[in-house]
């Protein structure tokens, strides 16, 4: 992949995808979400959790609309299918994925912080779904994603007005998970990715892959589902472990 688009550095059980095109405050081109939908299909080996961050002071700032226009109705759909099955692999590929945050979080920026698990920002984010005021409309996931988060009636008026909301409105609101200072957000990401790559493999992956889809059931399938989770997690060797070592007062060590 192109150095300039896409740099992966892995330390240990975390690797950090560092988005570059500075130029466009990281504008999502179809080549930077090939990269991103890359590294999740085949992640460097050993990594436990992934650190997603922008560059030069902005997150992303949404889709290039330079590529958006060049496209049929027909292009436009599949386009949209597309940046749907990136963002599921994100959300769903197994690895906690921690978002590093700043400047701008717009449109597709947005709906790609809201495929990861965890999302720290710092005073400098700004969240906009300006789409509206573009003659556009979200194909990203946001209706599904960002509304689940936010409520279809706020998530209505964010787009009709294109309002954006800094760090602390989007803590209370749950675009944010932790708003830290500036220039924190990557030592806080990394700190966090290092504390979640310690807990046991299964646990976490229970975790990505049950809860989100248990908001999708109803409730009575929902706490079936929540059973079965259950069942696989507490009855593996790493729950044996990790109940041992709270009894002898030690830190765990997972398989």
Not at 66 to 76: K, M, N, T
Not at 98 to 119: C, P, Q
Not at 172 to 199: C, D, K, M, T, Y
Request: proline fraction near 4%; charged fraction near 20%.
């Amino acid at each position: 992949m192109p150095e300039t688009l896409l740099t992966v550095e892995t330390d240990g059980p975390v690797t950090v995808l560092t988005m570059r095109r500075p130029e466009k405050r990281n504008a999502m081109s179809d080549a930077l979400l090939a990269a991103i939908d890359g590294v999740f299909a085949a992640p460097p080996e050993g990594t436990k959790v992934i650190v997603l961050t922008g560059t030069a002071g902005h997150f992303c700032a949404g889709l290039d609309l330079s590529e958006h226009v060049a496209r049929d109705a027909e292009g436009c759909m599949h386009h949209s299918r597309w940046w749907h099955s990136v963002l599921d692999r994100v959300q769903y590929s197994g690895l906690p994925v921690v978002s590093a945050m700043f400047g701008a979080v717009i449109g597709g920026g947005l709906e790609l912080a809201s495929a990861t698990h965890v999302r720290i920002a710092e005073p400098s984010t700004m969240f906009q779904l300006p789409e509206g005021r573009r003659g556009i409309f979200v194909g990203g996931s946001a209706t599904v994603r960002v509304g689940r988060i936010l409520g279809a009636d706020r998530m209505t008026e964010m787009m009709l007005t294109g309002r954006s909301y800094g760090a602390e409105e989007g803590l209370r609101l749950g675009l944010a998970h932790e708003v830290v200072g500036e220039g924190a957000a990557l030592p806080r990401a990394l700190e966090l990715a290092r504390q979640i790559a310690g807990n046991a493999p299964l646990s976490n992956y229970m975790m990505i892959q049950a809860v989100a889809r248990i908001g999708d059931m109803s409730r009575s399938d929902g706490l079936f589902t929540e059973s079965l989770a259950a069942a696989l997690a507490q009855t593996s060797d790493d729950a044996r472990e990790g109940l041992r070592a709270f009894l002898d007062k030690r830190a765990p060590v997972f398989r």
